[in-house]
């Protein structure tokens, strides 16, 4: 009677021929802030979905083993924001679409989420108000832990089930025709980063729609990987020469306890910790490394802090080992590394008084 | 047809209903919601809803918030198949819905954890029930109103179609979304020439006394005394023969022409819940003693209770004459005082007519009225099988209060309409040469032993109406728009609109009385705006139709509001059909600036700042592109000969990219775009990515901030800057007027009570704008307002309207139906829409 489409998706590809399939290639990726050890509340996830691949049926992300998770808010919080664009290919326009994303009663979702994920309540609902022009799609997000062979892909899994765009309205196709292209969406609150550091890998399954049909394609089932590096560090150790009255800035930027080379490091300087003004920036080495000096004028205790930004990017590395095809037929087509934006500590360079001569 | 209207006036303690999505086997999705009592956690009864036709669950919500959940019934109601946001196609309570029927069943069973579920169903939903009970399904207690038992005796009685109430009927539900075999049997029954496909089609949709005999599942039926879709025989026939527990409420609801008064509704279900409590929670509360009640009519509170079936008697009496009529408009007319009295009708009446000479007249209408009233009191019709014959004709068992001393008129003629212009029940009308010569006819009348309706029963009879839409406690006011399909951008005019009133009634409402408003889905098709309104005023009996979308739709209905002189209010259109045939049409009043007026303020604007512009003109080809077109000609005046190239669009196209090409092509430097959102973001779209670089102007219709946020999407960040437009509303997304006392209260309004809804989109603001206007219109019209009250506030405006920009005011006057007679240039710089100067007079003409 119904169609469990997420579940469907895993585990059960073996039971499908390698059929032809487009090469999809979706892609996730996946940040916090701040993007520290035990204790970042927000989370954003962001997925792409290329206007030339099949309409996507259900995305099931994992969430890495080593985050805690708190579920219970009551229904009707907004926990977050989302962003999005969707391509109506009634309208012939990409559509910008944006909203809050709401918690629901799970009571209230037991069709859908049985349809979505086979699981009659989940334990918990997000719903994504996508909203332009006063018109407002509501997509809803479930939450639940992994059971059984599931559970080595993570602890948690987020499936989103999307209708399709290529069938039409009255078929059970999107409305508009409306193909998803990409998802920003934020939660807080929510997850609680590990306590130890390290690549964290969220892996996610994407399973398509065999096109013009509306019925899911398990055996097109594909894996992409979001990687949170975690903890990023911007190291800031200053010095004071007082023969020249210079200071001397250095430290090294880590992701994950990797070194971060070739980054613009912005240094932003001043005489009270909370005035700081963006003086000057260098970049990292190979090791991740910096070092850069200056004058220090007047001759005062003077505040440093740094900030660096990394956009979300390939990670040529991220697809070793893929999941086995029995999970994702279609292989691994994307792993993206986070995106963050990060700012250092203040760091305060006392500056000696001068010794006074005695005469 | 929903012929019950539910107002929302829920407590503020009431359940909430929780929306989902029930997939059936066959893999369709039907809309649900769930309503669940606050106490207990586990209700250990439930009810599933059935909503009428046309109608979508929510119809049905009121009942489970405000009588079933606050008697610990869980509910459940669904859209039909090929209704509201269910998917699958109307089958009209076929076997296929019987099949989700029980499926529902199953689904709610578990959900609540039991198996003592009830039914209850209003007409289309009633018919669901019956047919549930039929099959099987196990309701343990059943409420089926205004509904049928047989299908073909409803539609088509003595086989003659109610051909006027058919088509009605099939007008509520777009026929995309028929059953493809519906479709035969409703055109059969439109011309009566072929009910096969409707009987085959009713029989499975109908009970026979058999069935009826064995269902046992305790029911009571609830039937309205004055209803001509399904008369009182409809649920007679089910209580003479149900196999179980039964009882029989007659009351003042029902299809037309019943009053519907929303006072009767907390006694009607509250005799619901009670029958629910007895066979569902096995409370002993007395409810199965009741037999039949006979709700007084009008509504005074006071209903009168039978052992049985009431009693009557027959009053039979000739009406004396020989007349020939010939064609459709051809009538006998003949009156008759009945002795004694006042009586009240019930049961099987007759009109026995003796003819001859039948010439291709080939059916014969019968009504019969109260001298004086335009609300029959019955009707019937049968076919003519010989050239000469007696007909007897059987009238639909209505149960209407005859005054003592009062004149019975019978009009017999082809069609109903002979009664009344207004009395489309049966419209099918002979050839024009056809005749017949009309006899003695014998009107026997089946009247109650004893009537039990009050005196003031005449005075509704006599068309002598209490104010429509109007209580100690509410205003209903009605409006129709496109809630779904391709036009539901401008949904948010009407749910802004009622987010204002809701906010009003939090603080009092007017005068004390609440402002419901109910808004019906046309769709953006006039023909369903015709159906829609009708229904508000018919038989939800609104008191103003209030903000209806679009000048079309708004032309639909002006006639025949106005010859009922229903206010049809602030209407949004700036056409001069609406804002200057007010000598015409005084009840018809616009609200938007001219269109004319603004297509002559971008005219005059261009030629002054672009005095050699060669202009190029997209604009859609009805009235309001048109209109807009005319507008710019004037305001260029001698310069209207430098536009070099004008395109139209219809609604209909997919997109505008060929116009925008051949507007190019012409050489054109300026582009003016008169055209709708959608249009208009492709025509700004198309003109980019055809590297066609004019100045811009387009129409303040389309300056919805998403319009420009998706041009610039789609081509780029520098599309459409410079364009020029006009606005008379404020902009919430503009950081400039974020201050202004209108945003801010615009945004506390939509934070409490629309906190789902985008709050960007300036069509929710235009709603709220409206809603101001008319809530200051009715409260100049008084304490104890009347529609010509109301009228005249509504055209005495004179209002600073917090939701307008500053400098800008509502007036109006008996002689000026354009409310909005300023209004600003705006330029599109640096991402929004930024006032320019001061406020231009907007010509109304």
């Known amino acids: ?359 | 047809m929903a012929a019950l209207a539910f107002a929302w006036a829920g407590t503020a303690n009431a359940a909430t209903p929780q929306q989902l999505t029930l997939t059936m086997s066959d893999g369709t999705q039907l809309a649900c919601s769930l309503t669940l009592p606050d106490a207990p956690a586990t209700p250990s009864a439930g009810v599933i809803l059935f909503h009428g036709l046309g109608g979508k669950h929510q119809d049905m919500e009121p009942i489970a918030t405000q009588f079933l959940a606050p008697a610990g019934y869980a509910a459940l109601a669904c859209d039909a198949r090929g209704h509201g946001a269910s998917q699958g196609q109307f089958g009209l309570d076929g076997p296929r819905d019987v099949a989700d029927t029980r499926e529902l069943y199953d689904w709610f069973a578990a959900r609540i954890g039991t198996q003592q579920i009830g039914a209850l169903g209003v007409s289309l939903g009633g018919g669901a029930v019956w047919n549930a009970l039929t099959a099987g399904v196990p309701f343990k207690a059943a409420v089926p109103i205004i509904t049928w038992t047989n299908l073909l005796s409803a539609l088509a009685p003595q086989g003659l179609s109610k051909s006027g109430l058919v088509q009605y009927l099939a007008g509520l539900v777009p026929t995309s979304r028929w059953d493809p075999q519906l479709l035969a049997a409703a055109q059969g029954l439109t011309t009566s020439a072929d009910l096969t496909a409707a009987t085959a089609l009713s029989a499975a949709r109908s009970e026979t006394t058999a069935q009826l005999r064995s269902i046992t599942t305790p029911t009571l039926l609830v039937q309205g005394r004055h209803d001509f879709l399904f008369d009182v025989d409809q649920a007679l026939a089910a209580y003479r023969s149900l196999g179980g527990p039964k009882a029989l409420y007659l009351g003042d609801v029902g299809h037309l022409p019943a009053a519907n008064p929303s006072a009767e509704q907390p006694t009607l279900y509250g005799l619901a819940v009670k029958w629910f409590d007895r066979y569902l929670k096995g409370t002993p509360n007395g409810v199965d003693r009741t037999k039949v009640v006979l709700a007084h009519d009008p509504w005074d509170g006071r209903t009168t209770a039978y052992a049985g079936v009431p009693p009557t008697k027959r009053v039979t009496v000739n009406l004396p004459g020989t007349t020939t009529i010939t064609g459709a408009t051809g009538k006998v007319v003949r009156s008759v005082r009945i002795t004694g009295g006042p009586h009240e009708t019930f049961g099987d009446s007759t009109v026995t007519v003796r003819y001859s000479n039948a010439k291709s007249f080939d059916h014969l209408v019968a009504v019969l009225a109260v001298q004086g009233s335009s609300t029959p009191i019955s009707a019937g019709g049968t076919k003519l099988k010989a050239a000469s014959g007696t007909a007897t004709i059987r009238l639909l068992d209505e149960v209407v209060r005859v005054p003592a001393g009062k004149k019975l008129v019978l009009y017999l003629s082809s069609t109903s309409l002979a009664q009344s212009p207004s009395n489309a029940l049966y419209v099918n009308a002979v050839q024009p040469d056809a005749s017949v010569t009309i006899g003695r006819t014998t009107l026997a009348l089946s009247v109650l032993k004893r009537a039990v309706s009050r005196a003031g029963a005449s005075r509704r009879l006599a068309g002598a109406h209490a104010t429509p839409g109007l209580t100690k406690t509410q205003i209903v006011l009605g409006g129709t728009g496109p809630l779904t399909g391709s036009e539901s951008a401008y949904e948010p005019v009407l749910s802004g609109a009622k987010a204002y009133f809701d906010y009003v009634n939090a603080r009092g409402g007017v005068y004390g009385r609440k402002i419901v408003y109910k808004v019906e889905d046309d769709q953006y098709d006039p023909v369903q705006t015709v159906q829609k309104t009708q229904k508000l005023v018919e038989q939800d009996g609104v008191f103003a139709i209030f903000n209806s979308v679009g000048t079309e739709h708004a032309l639909a209905v002006r006639d025949w509001l106005n010859a009922r002189k229903v206010p049809q209010l602030f209407v949004g259109s700036g056409a001069a059909a609406i804002g200057t045939e007010h000598a015409k049409y005084p009840w018809t009043v616009g609200l938007l600036p001219s269109f004319v007026g603004e297509g002559a303020i971008y005219g005059k604007l261009i030629a002054k700042q672009h005095p050699n512009a060669k202009i190029g003109v997209l604009y859609e080809n009805d009235e309001y592109g048109q209109e807009l077109l005319r507008g710019l000609k004037r305001g260029l005046g001698r310069r209207a000969g430098q536009i070099v190239s004008t395109q139209g669009y219809a609604l209909l196209d997919t997109d505008v990219i060929s116009q925008v090409q051949s507007l190019k092509a012409s050489g054109a430097d300026t582009f003016v775009i008169f055209a709708l959102p959608k249009q208009a973001i492709q025509a700004f779209v198309g003109a980019a990515k055809l590297g066609w670089k004019p100045f811009e102007y387009v129409t303040s219709v389309s300056i919805d901030p998403a319009v420009m946020q998706i041009v610039r999407l789609n081509a780029g960040a520098q599309t459409g800057a410079g364009a020029t437009s006009s606005a008379f509303l404020h902009d919430p997304t503009n950081p400039t007027q974020k201050g202004s006392a209108g945003v801010k209260l615009y945004l506390q309004i939509m934070k409490r009570y629309l906190p789902g809804e985008d709050p960007r989109a300036v069509a929710h603001i235009y709603g709220m704008m409206a809603a101001y206007a008319m809530v200051d219109a009715l409260k100049h019209a008084g304490r104890n307002p009347t529609r010509a009250s109301l009228l005249k506030a509504a055209t005495h405006l004179h209002e600073t309207n917090p939701f307008l920009l500053p400098g800008l005011e509502l007036t109006t006057s008996p002689k000026n139906y354009f409310p909005i007679q300023r209004t600003y240039l705006v330029r599109f710089q640096h991402g929004f829409w930024n006032v320019l100067g001061r406020p231009l007079a907007v010509p109304s003409s």
């Not at chain 1, 708190?70 to 326009?93: E, N, P, R, Y």
């Not at chain 1, 062979?149 to 765009?165: D, F, M, N, R, S």
């Open chain 1, 1 to 359: 009677m119904k169609r469990v489409i997420a579940a469907l998706s895993v585990f059960a590809a073996l039971a499908f021929a390698q059929g032809a399939f487009a090469a999809n290639t979706g892609s996730i990726s996946v940040t916090h802030d701040p993007m520290v050890l035990a204790g970042s509340k927000s989370t954003t996830i962001h997925i792409t979905l290329p206007q030339a691949d099949d309409p996507i049926a259900a995305i099931n992300i994992y969430t890495p083993s080593g985050y805690s998770y708190t579920l219970s808010q009551a229904a009707g919080t907004t926990i977050g924001t989302v962003d999005a664009t969707a391509f109506s290919h009634t309208a012939g326009l990409t559509l910008p679409l944006s909203g809050n994303v709401v918690t629901a009663n799970p009571a209230s979702f037991t069709q859908q989420s049985t349809q979505c994920t086979g699981i009659p309540t989940s334990a918990a609902v997000w719903v994504l108000n996508l909203s332009v022009a006063g018109q407002t799609i509501q997509l809803p997000v479930y939450v639940n832990p992994t059971a059984g062979a599931e559970q080595v892909l993570g602890a948690e899994k987020i499936t989103v089930c999307l209708p399709p765009w290529d069938v039409p309205e009255a078929l059970g196709g999107a409305a508009q025709g409306a193909q998803v292209l990409d998802v920003r969406f934020t939660v807080n609150g929510v997850f609680t980063t590990p306590n130890a550091g390290s690549l964290l890998r969220w892996d996610t399954l994407f399973t398509p729609y065999t096109p013009k049909t509306g019925k899911a394609n398990p055996a097109g089932t594909f894996e992409a990987r979001a990687f949170v590096p975690l903890p990023v560090i911007l190291g800031l150790h200053p010095t004071y020469l007082s023969k020249t009255n210079t200071f001397r800035l250095g430290g090294q930027v880590t992701e994950g306890g990797l070194p971060v080379p070739n980054l613009t490091v912005h240094i932003s300087r001043g005489v009270a910790a909370n005035r700081l003004t963006q003086q000057s920036s260098t970049r990292t080495g190979s090791s991740g490394s910096y070092t850069t000096a200056g004058h220090l004028k007047p001759r005062k205790t003077t505040y440093f802090r740094i900030n660096a930004s990394m956009p979300e990017h390939d990670f040529a590395a991220g697809c070793q080992n893929p999941a086995p095809a029995t999970v994702a037929p279609a292989g691994c087509v994307s792993a993206k590394l986070s995106s963050w934006s990060v700012k250092s500590a203040v760091v305060a360079l006392k500056v000696p008084k001068a010794k006074k001569h005695k005469k």
